[in-house]
């Protein structure tokens, strides 16, 4: 590791790490390596009413549990699990999730959008995202931006355009910190071809690349950032939408 002027530059190849999951978390018998990180709970529960069941394992973060069921889902095994909010614990989740068995993952979550064409519920395929957080740089090199798993994205592509389901391929904004959204930012990352703005996407896309393991994700638009002033379109009153998109993702998770 080469010392920089700022910290977070000093990207550390060494995969020894202090802590590691593998330390900690046990391979799970049986666990399904596809497995569908949905940030919904509200139709997470609803799914888990419909469908046979057994969670198999349990992650615990300062209290708060996140099972990890199995969920035989038309006819297969899927991991389903609920998604933590940031890139802190959206990398963990991936690092705990892969040392347990896991291999491949799709995450469902909204977004905000800085077009005003996205209204809300359309679906967006990321393609790339910018770096505007922290934790994809103690995965990978420092870099702007970080792109998706190309393999991954055509599953999804291909998924939707066989089922004559509106969405387009895009860039995606990751940042740290929601409150910080500021005008010169949004007309910056705007130039640089993001349409979108969320929490979690870069550091996931990092740590499946540090893990070898592959992720994609499904967006779901919410609020707006496309105006003179934030609009939140009150779109966490969507139970309809934000219920069809996980559940296309569950569907998406079987081609995988």
């Known amino acids: 590791m080469q010392p920089q002027q700022y910290p977070i530059l000093e990207f550390d190849e060494d995969k020894d790490a202090f802590i590691r999951p593998s330390k900690l978390i046990q391979p799970v018998d049986g666990i399904p390596q596809r497995c569908v990180l949905g940030f919904f709970s509200e139709v997470i529960k609803k799914i888990i009413s419909e469908y046979p069941n057994r969670m198999i394992t349990n992650f615990l973060s300062e209290g708060i549990n996140y099972p990890l069921y199995e969920l035989d889902y038309k006819g297969e095994k899927i991991g389903l699990m609920q998604a933590a909010v940031g890139a802190p614990l959206a990398a963990g989740q991936i690092e705990e999730l892969t040392a347990a068995g896991c291999v491949k993952f799709i995450a469902c979550g909204m977004c905000g959008v800085l077009q005003k064409e996205l209204a809300v519920g359309n679906l967006i395929i990321p393609t790339a995202a910018v770096r505007?957080?922290?934790?994809?740089?103690?995965?990978?090199?420092?870099?702007?931006?970080?792109?998706?798993?190309?393999?991954?994205?055509?599953?999804?592509?291909?998924?939707?355009?066989?089922?004559?389901?509106?969405?387009?391929?895009?860039?995606?904004?990751?940042?740290?910190?929601?409150?910080?959204?500021?005008?010169?930012?949004?007309?910056?990352?705007?130039?640089?071809?993001?349409?979108?703005?969320?929490?979690?996407?870069?550091?996931?896309?990092?740590?499946?690349?540090?893990?070898?393991?592959?992720?994609?994700?499904?967006?779901?638009?919410?609020?707006?950032?496309?105006?003179?002033?934030?609009?939140?379109?009150?779109?966490?009153?969507?139970?309809?939408?934000?219920?069809?998109?996980?559940?296309?993702?569950?569907?998406?998770?079987?081609?995988?």
Request: net charge negative; with cysteine; hydrophobic share 35%.
């Open 132 to 256: 505007d957080e922290g934790t994809s740089y103690h995965y990978v090199k420092p870099s702007r931006e970080i792109a998706a798993n190309e393999r991954i994205v055509r599953v999804i592509e291909n998924h939707l355009t066989e089922n004559n389901i509106p969405f387009i391929k895009a860039k995606t904004w990751t940042t740290d910190a929601f409150y910080r959204e500021t005008q010169a930012k949004i007309a910056q990352r705007k130039s640089e071809g993001c349409v979108t703005v969320e929490m979690e996407t870069a550091a996931y896309i990092a740590a499946s690349q540090y893990n070898n393991v592959e992720f994609g994700q499904i967006l779901c638009s919410g609020d707006s950032l496309a105006g003179e002033e934030w609009d939140s379109r009150s779109y966490n009153k969507r139970a309809d939408i934000r219920e069809y998109a996980l559940r296309l993702t569950l569907d998406v998770c079987l081609k995988l």
